[in-house]
Nanobody
């Protein structure tokens, strides 16, 4: 059984930082897209960032415009885990953050923000930005 386990959420003041980590079990995703999405109360789940394997051990990163320059997605632990470093957090970043993984190695960049292209999801971790 494949599981994605997120950790690292919590309460932080505006301007602060948090680091989320997603650790898969049951299969490997080294050569497959992994991403972070978030969902605020009363809103739809939205894309945050994605990491896509481009060959030769390298990955490309993609970000929503609302987080670009503040958040960084990276692969960890022999590339099978993914983390999200969140800096300069704002109250509007408050949401449940979900890790996602796709079993489609050939996803193109424009497809990465689509929730329907991901086959596995974590249970979510709450991030609250408040003073």
């Amino acid at each position: 059984q494949v599981q994605l386990v997120e950790s690292g959420g919590g309460l932080v003041q505006p301007g602060g930082s948090l680091r989320l980590t997603c650790a898969p079990s049951g299969r490997t995703f080294i050569n497959y897209p992994m991403a972070w999405f978030r969902q605020a109360p009363g809103k739809e789940r939205e894309f945050v960032a994605a990491s896509r394997w481009i060959g030769g051990g390298a990955y490309s990163q993609y970000y929503a415009s609302s987080v670009k320059g503040r958040f960084t997605i990276s692969r960890e632990n022999d590339k099978n885990s993914v983390s999200l470093q969140m800096n300069t957090l704002k109250p509007e970043d408050t949401a449940i953050y979900y890790c996602a993984a796709s079993s489609s190695r050939g996803l193109i960049a424009s497809s990465l923000p689509n929730t329907g292209n991901y086959d596995y999801w974590g249970q979510g971790t709450q991030v609250t930005v408040s003073s």
